[in-house]
């Protein structure tokens, strides 16, 4: 069974200040894909960062990266430089490694309040 | 490059009608996932359609269903609306649907069913 956890429902980090936001994940697929999205409360879910399994490198996008560690089934998103725009719902997802499966598997999230 | 468009952006419906969201997603994108998000179930996967066919299907009744154009617009259709069905309907799209790619959500549609 494929299953996102984020035991963070809320966070609060100073304006410039680096935070990160922890997900674990439990799958029995060798080839599956992880990543992050922001929902500000327009919405709208933002691509933030992905990370494939067979990725050697950790990914990184910006003020966003991903710290990907396979053996314990993590993938904990690190923002740098926080801003005040950062304020939104953080969800970690995955993809398992089904051929055409575009179906994610979402955690439940950990809302960020960035204070200035 | 426009992104993924979702219409109507807010709906208001009544028990026992139906309704039809509609999915534009990013062009050249021929895979068009849906996905239902609700406070106490959080985001759960509905469908996933690529060229035409459905290639997968999360665990819904059978009043969920949706389809796929030729040009991969999409769009899901719910039927006997029931006060359950209120949520946010969020769209996404990839080129493939393969497992290292990246997937684009739309901005969603809210439903209220009254």
């Known amino acids: 069974a494929q299953k996102i956890t984020q035991t963070q429902p809320g966070m609060f980090v100073q304006e410039k200040e680096a935070v990160t936001l922890d997900c674990t994940y439990d799958t029995s697929d060798q080839s599956y894909g992880l990543f992050w999205y922001k929902q500000p409360s327009s919405g709208e879910m933002i691509f933030l960062i992905y990370q494939g399994s067979y990725d050697e490198q950790n990914a990184t996008e910006g003020r966003y990266s991903l710290n990907f560690q396979k053996a314990r089934k993590s993938a904990n998103l690190v923002i740098s430089a926080s801003q005040l725009g950062d304020s939104a719902m953080y969800f970690c997802a995955m993809r398992p490694g089904l051929p055409g499966a575009n179906n994610l598997f979402f955690g439940t999230g950990t809302r960020l309040t960035v204070i200035p | 490059k426009a992104g993924v468009t979702q219409t109507p952006r807010y709906l208001i419906k009544t028990r026992g009608q139906q309704v039809t969201l509609s999915c534009s997603p990013i062009?050249?994108?021929?895979?068009v996932s849906w996905y239902q998000q609700t406070p106490g179930q959080g985001l759960q996967f509905l469908f996933e359609?690529?060229?035409?066919?459905?290639?997968n299907k999360g665990n819904f009744p059978g009043r969920f269903s949706g389809r796929q154009f030729s040009n991969s617009r999409s769009e899901m259709n719910v039927s006997t609306l029931e006060l359950g069905d209120s949520a946010l309907y969020l769209c996404?799209?990839?080129?493939?649907?393969?497992?290292?790619?990246?997937?684009?959500f739309g901005s969603g549609t809210q439903l209220s069913v009254l």
């Open positions: 359609y690529f060229s035409e066919t459905q290639r």
């Open positions: 062009s050249g994108h021929r895979s």
């Open positions: 996404a799209s990839s080129y493939w649907g393969s497992t290292n790619e990246k997937l684009f």
